[in-house]
């Protein structure tokens, strides 16, 4: 098998991993892996079932009845598939982005998705995004960056991103949903957020897309020949 290079950013919610993430896999032809979609998806799965992410025994009886899988589309967008059912838009609510926080931090669940965002990393050139990739998905990823921002600069980003979208955001709760997120991603007992050893920093607070772009490209230019 051909060698495969990874790329795994880690960093709180908000900080634009995702946005950054499509951006460079689409310019430099790798596969974009955004697992907190993957996690999402387990918490709409459980929330239509009306199982509290906190319910241990809930979660760990309902889990076996839930497929995911991974597509995408002519564009390399990426599209959550949940029992055979595309809720790629469906997940991108403010109350399942702490559901899934919540439900991140199950055993039963990371070890159900652990194999899953291995075996992409193992059959294609990825850049994938996330809490803990470079720390427990893909310890020996070829770069890893933590990615990050202040609160209030996520919480300024993130209630623009909504707005424009058309829902409703309110900044006051946002800054506070947000620092609630870091607390549960950071304190959690299985692979907590943090940053990788041998990660580079990159805070994004004063940067613009193209700046942080930029950034990581020469980042990644260090380990990888663009």
């Known amino acids: ?24 896999a689409k310019e430099l032809g790798y596969h974009y892996v955004d697992t907190g979609a993957i ?14 992410p906190k319910d241990v025994d809930g979660v760990e009886r309902y889990i076996d009845e839930l497929t995911i899988e991974i ?32 439900v991140s931090a199950h055993k039963v669940v990371r070890d159900m998705l652990l194999d899953m965002q291995r075996d992409v990393a193992k059959k294609h050139n990825v850049i994938m995004d996330g809490r803990d990739i470079g720390t427990v998905v893909l310890p020996k990823a070829t770069v ?20 424009a979208k058309g829902q409703k955001s309110d900044y006051a709760q946002t800054l506070k949903d947000i620092q609630q997120r870091d607390y549960q991603d950071m304190n959690r007992p299985i692979a907590p957020l943090k940053q990788a050893k041998d ?17 990581m490209k ?9």
Do not use: W
């Open 1 to 24: 098998m051909a060698k495969t290079y990874s790329i795994a950013i880690d960093g709180p919610a908000g900080a634009g991993k995702s946005t950054i993430a499509k951006a460079l």
């Open 39 to 52: 996690y999402r998806t387990v918490a709409y799965f459980l929330d239509l079932l009306g199982i509290s």
């Open 71 to 102: 597509e995408y589309d002519e564009t390399g967008k990426q599209h959550m598939i949940m029992n055979g059912m595309d809720v790629s838009d469906d997940i991108r609510t403010q109350d399942i982005s702490q559901k899934a926080s919540l």
């Open 144 to 163: 890893k960056v933590f990615l990050t921002a202040t609160a209030e600069e996520r919480a300024k980003r993130r209630t623009a991103e909504l707005l």
């Open 199 to 215: 990660a580079v920093l990159l805070d994004t607070s004063e940067l613009d897309i193209e700046g942080v772009i930029a950034a």
């Open 218 to 226: 020469q980042i990644i230019g260090e380990k990888i020949a663009l």
